[in-house]
């Protein structure tokens, strides 16, 4: 870690539960094995919001968790204020008639202070293109909401030499439409590593974070790429995670389903060194 305070954010997605692993068929892309997820619960969330509470974590990290939708509240509600609440989207301007949809004015209503934007299975599962999420993004920015803004190439894209091309340009969309980056975190997350246990290693993450804050330095300022932290996911766990705190890039996780076990998510925050 380097730049700017530890940042960990947990993902809980769709889901509360990360015990069951499955090989097959997750969606049109993706036919590795895959951890599927079981739907989150008011019990499972309720069991998880208590443990989290629980939890000893190291002062000086940002923690933040992103449940559903549905249980934002309840969870801003029983949540210790140590951890702050993101949403997992938003929609693209401001809130009327867009049938379920949500919209970043009733995010912040309830008590979120950031939204994830361009995860990846919004991108290649629901079809959201760069430009749309470079949209989103302006849109939360301007209205306060902070933007967890991530990037990352798909296997065949990496094999293919392609990571840095995927990555700027995903860069460029975001850089398009953001003014002031005080309010960014950058999320390097390689899609072969999301939910399939094959973790990046350090040298992987590291390679493409400087790649990325190089990038922010020539095409946005070196005072953006000096400041604005870069946090890896993918396969992030309890037992991966100092390792690849220890790289000088790497500000922190994006971390889906180890943030759904308490104890392993702080042992997570805690890795900051
Ligand atoms: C994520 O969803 O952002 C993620 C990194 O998932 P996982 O930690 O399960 O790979």
């Known amino acids: 870690a380097g730049t700017g305070k530890f940042f960990v954010g947990g993902n809980w997605k769709c889901a509360c539960n990360h015990d069951d692993y499955y090989f097959g068929i997750y969606n049109d892309f993706c036919l590795k094995p895959v951890q599927i997820l079981q739907n989150g619960t008011k019990d499972s969330i309720r069991k998880l919001v208590a443990d989290l509470n629980d939890s000893k974590l190291e002062n000086d990290v940002d923690v933040i968790v992103s449940p559903p939708y549905v249980y934002i509240d309840v969870v801003k509600q029983s949540l210790t204020e140590r951890i702050e609440i993101s949403a997992q989207n938003s929609w693209v301007g401001k809130g009327g008639a867009f049938t379920g949809e949500i919209s970043v004015e009733q995010l912040k209503d309830i008590g979120c202070k950031w939204v994830i934007l361009g995860h990846s299975e919004r991108r290649h599962i629901i079809g959201e293109d760069d430009q749309f999420i470079g949209k989103k993004a302006a849109y939360a920015l301007s209205q306060n909401l902070k933007v967890i803004a991530c990037i990352g190439e798909k296997l065949e894209e990496r094999e293919a ?11 460029k969309s975001f850089a398009d439409s953001i003014s002031n980056w005080k309010d960014v975190v950058i999320a390097y997350e390689p899609v072969w590593a999301i939910g399939t246990g094959k973790v990046a290693t350090p040298e992987q993450a590291q390679e493409v974070h400087v790649a990325v804050r190089d990038w922010l330095k020539k095409n946005v300022s070196p005072e953006v790429a000096s400041s604005t932290r ?14 690849l705190a220890k790289q000088e890039d790497i500000d922190g996780f994006l971390v889906g389903g180890a943030s759904l076990k308490g104890p392993e998510f702080a042992t997570i925050v805690n890795s900051v060194t």
Do not use: A, P, R
């Not at 030499?161 to 860069?171: L, P």
């Not at 992030?236 to 995670?241: E, L």
């Open 161 to 171: 030499g392609k990571t840095f091309d995927v990555c700027f340009e995903q860069m």
């Open 230 to 243: 870069i946090i890896y996911g993918g396969s992030v766990n309890g037992g991966n995670c100092s390792e």
